[in-house]
């Protein structure tokens, strides 16, 4: 599959609005990290309601690269019929949510990486 980057969609970190053709939302939030890494958090539903369903992706090693992906996602949606909207986005307490919780995982499986000569075992 060949990925298409859709230039018309907005090239800042802000979070997109995209109106489906039944009533339905989908909002993608882009948020950094305290690692200079960014996440893209995509959030679906009806107008009026809370997010159905959700869908995160990353980490990214900048921020260009989660804006690419976005617009890659933006530009496959755009082709099912979605629009972009000049909305404000609704959910942006769910996509805050999801992020810690991707951020305690994150954190609770952590690992020690670090280089201890007294690790290695030399049987010379």
């Known amino acids: 599959m060949r990925l298409r980057y859709d230039q018309s969609t907005p090239g800042s970190p802000a979070p997109l609005v995209l109106l489906g053709p039944n009533g339905q939302r989908v909002e993608m939030h882009i ?17 009026g309601n809370l997010p159905e369903k959700d869908h995160q992706q990353g980490p990214f090693q900048s921020i260009a690269h989660a804006i690419g992906a976005r617009r890659a996602i933006a530009a496959e949606l755009l082709d099912l019929g979605f629009r972009l909207s000049d909305e404000h986005a609704l959910w942006t307490l769910a996509a805050q949510r999801l992020v810690k919780q991707m951020r305690e995982t994150k954190a609770a499986s952590r690992a020690d990486y670090r280089f201890h000569p007294g690790d290695v075992y030399l049987d010379w």
């Open 31 to 47: 948020r950094s990290e305290t690692d200079r890494t960014s996440a893209l958090i995509a959030l679906s539903g009806n107008l």
